[in-house]
């Protein structure tokens, strides 16, 4: 099963896509995390989506589109794989339908992650990541047990510069501008689920699960 995560930042696409390949031993791919490691190791392809991603701008499509070329090609991702955070714009979902195409595969489900700008704006201002497995908790709503660390791993949880004001609300727009229209690309191939996403994890969780039985 192939399935994609649409939605816009902060609206749980990470947390489900975490529950998912705990239940179903599906990969997720996540561009986001898979730039924030090329920074990490400070590749130059990293170096170059950096500029773009500390002001919560898109980086190119051909950058996007690369890193999930070469994913989708590995064992692991044979039975299935969830896409969280790619497509972002009309033409990588183009690209993503001739590249599984070309294997003889295709998108089954998106799932729309519906959540007001509002809500979104508390949930990523509040937003604390682990820099080394990507886990996400929330200073209100989602605490470590200790204080800043994260739970899973023991390193120092941080505050991602792009979950900062300024850049949140460059994020959004972008996400509007470009990344909502994909709902309707969905709709028309019959392949949109819309979830209201304001509910509590374990909620979307069992929606996501009921759609897929
Ligand atoms: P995310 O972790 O999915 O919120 O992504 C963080 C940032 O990485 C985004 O704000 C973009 O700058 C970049 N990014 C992640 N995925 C994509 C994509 N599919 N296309 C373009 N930019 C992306």
Redesign the pocket.
Known sequence: MILVLLGP?GSGKGTQAKRLVKERNWPQL????M?RNAIAEGTPLGLEAKT??DR????SDSI?IGLVDERVSRPDCENGFILD????TIP?AEALDRILLKKGRKVDWAFLFEVDDRELVRRLSGRRTCPKCNAMFHVDTMQPKRDGICDHCGAKLIQRP?DSAEVISK?LSVYHDWTSPLAEYYRRQDKLIALDATRAANEVNQAISAALA
């Not at 996540?30 to 995390?33: A, F, L, N, R, V």
């Not at 919560?56 to 980086?59: F, I």
């Open positions: 930042p996540s561009t986001g995390d730039l773009f991603m919560g701008a898109l980086v996007a955070g790619f497509p972002r990588q792009d994020r």
